[in-house]
């Protein structure tokens, strides 16, 4: 066989074997390959535009997240000056009041007094002409029989009353 | 560890290939032992095709495997049986023998007796299951088996990450995808072409590397034939033309931006572009051919070197022997990557042409 010549039966069963093959490989090997090759590389090219998506994403978050905190601290430093505010109006309020209060109680315990006072003085008068009505009374009973003690008495008690 | 274990068993697959092609060697050279060895018919019987596979001489005794010869003629009809009937050629069989001189050397014709042709007889219809066919077969056997294989592997869980086989031949295949066929042919219409070109590119180069490795059922020279190569070389042409579009045709028939004396009267252009049709698939079926035949013939040429110190005396042949073995060594590993680069190169420019003939008018 001739080194450049070419042989029909080998040129045949060339272009035989060339084209099963093909179809064999074409269909059971090449479509499944492609195919699983095709869909890793999506799967790749998705993954890295979900990560460069989620970094972005991540970056978005990190400003909200700051927003939050630097508001948050603006509002609880806020929160903290009202209620310090609030604090110093309440204790305010209750001094005044309480001092009122106590300035009312106060009042009307001097009243009171004052009443009680007069009450207790009416009173003390009351007693005291009717323990002199009986006082009056015994040291008449008793002395009536001697009439220069009694005389004496009398006039004594008359200038005590004088005096009065 | 695992690049390491690769690399260990190229060179293991290296030393055999040698050796093997060197036992060979002396088993021819010791078969010729009656007259002086002939490297040139003797490197010439190795890459030309064959209808026995010849394994080993003992003792001037040839022991080959018998390959199926399948013939055809008006006169006697279909004819199938074993190539050992001809006696390595010695022997004519149901009124067939192999010619061993003039122009169809190497033919089966029509013969009178054992030693004599008939003239008048056309040669019959050939289609026997030579040498080269077998390997032929055996090579696009392994591709279905590997590729059947990987194939289910990659239906069952596409989303795996590949092993074994998988692994290696997954860089090839998105070699051949993503640096062959997606830039050649475009983004947009590569796919379409996938099937041929992966098929093309596997077929080439698993013949090329079986090619090299000399254990029977491997070792035909298939790439290295030029019938191969040009049926290749057609497949390619029937790809590249059957895919042309209007702007392909147009670009070949009445070629833009050329003056018109160039077309009329003289279709000059038109003529060098329906030529270039042709040219191309030739010359992908030459370079194939004889990079591949080339690199045969330095592996055989450097084993011979061997025989041919050996005729001038002994210790000669043993310093012949070294550096013959190191030669062929180091052009067996050169020769892995021909078959690489040559199934590339035959892969890339198919597709180069496939991609210039549907590309879109711009």
């Known amino acids: 066989m001739d080194l450049i010549t070419p042989d029909f039966g080998l040129f045949f069963w060339m272009l035989v074997t060339f084209a099963l093959v093909f179809m064999i490989l074409k269909k059971f090997a090449w479509k499944p390959i492609v195919q699983a090759l095709q869909e890793r590389e999506e799967n790749i090219r998705e993954g890295l535009e979900n990560a460069e998506e989620a970094k972005t994403e991540l970056a978005n978050v990190k400003v909200r997240s700051d927003k939050i905190i630097s508001d948050a601290i603006v509002e609880r430093d806020q929160l903290i000056r009202q209620g310090r505010e609030l604090r110093e109006k309440i204790t305010a309020e209750a001094r005044n009041h309480a001092e009122e209060e106590a300035k009312k109680i106060l009042d009307s315990a001097r009243d009171l007094i004052e009443e009680e006072k007069a009450a207790a003085l009416s009173q003390i008068k009351i007693q005291i002409a009717s323990l002199s009505v009986e006082i009056a009374e015994r040291i008449l009973r008793k002395k009536i029989d001697d009439d220069e003690v009694q005389q004496e008495l009398m006039t004594s008690l008359l200038d005590e009353f004088k005096l009065n | 560890m695992k690049l390491y274990g690769i690399k260990l068993r190229i060179c293991l697959f290296a030393l055999l290939t040698a050796a093997i092609s060197m036992q060979s060697v002396f088993a021819a050279g010791a078969g010729g032992g009656d007259g002086e060895f002939d490297p040139g018919s003797f490197i010439f019987d190795h890459i030309a095709d064959a209808y026995d596979w010849h394994l080993f001489d003992i003792n001037g005794k040839q022991y080959s495997v018998p390959l199926p010869v399948i013939l055809y003629t008006r006169d006697k009809g279909l004819n199938i049986f074993l190539s050992d009937k001809f006696d390595h050629g010695h022997a004519a069989y149901r009124g067939f023998r192999i010619e061993h001189e003039g122009p169809d050397k190497g033919k089966i014709v029509v013969a009178i007796d054992d030693h004599t042709t008939d003239q008048e007889a056309a040669t019959p219809l050939n289609l026997s299951i030579t040498k080269n066919v077998f390997g032929m077969f055996f090579a696009a056997a392994i591709m279905i088996w590997i590729f059947l294989t990987i194939g289910s592997r990659y239906k069952r869980d596409p989303k795996k990450p590949p092993k074994g086989v998988q692994s290696l031949f997954e860089p090839l295949i998105l070699f051949v995808i993503d640096d062959i066929v997606k830039p050649a042919i475009g983004e947009k219409k590569y796919v379409m072409f996938l099937p041929y070109t992966l098929t093309l590119f596997f077929f080439i180069w698993i013949n090329n590397m079986l090619g090299l490795v000399p254990i029977f059922p491997m070792g035909a020279n298939v790439t290295g034939n030029i019938s191969v190569t040009a049926g290749l070389a057609l497949t390619s042409f029937l790809a590249i033309n059957l895919s042309g579009n209007k702007h392909y045709w147009q670009h070949i028939f009445n070629t833009p931006h050329v003056p018109v004396f160039l077309k009329l009267p003289i279709p000059i252009m038109p003529v060098i572009e329906l030529v270039g049709i042709f040219t191309k698939p030739f010359v992908l079926a030459i370079r194939l051919f004889a990079n591949i035949t080339a690199g045969h013939i330095i592996t055989m040429g450097f084993f011979c070197l061997i025989f041919i110190f050996a005729q001038v005396s002994a ?48």
């Not at chain 2, 180091?330 to 180069?352: D, G, K, N, R």
């Open chain 2, 315 to 362: 210790a000669f042949a043993y310093g012949g022997t070294v550096l013959a073995v190191a030669f062929g060594i180091f052009i067996t590993f050169l020769e892995m990557l021909v078959a690489l680069i040559q199934a590339y190169v035959f892969t890339l420019l198919t597709s180069l042409f496939i991609g210039a003939a549907v590309e879109d008018a711009h």
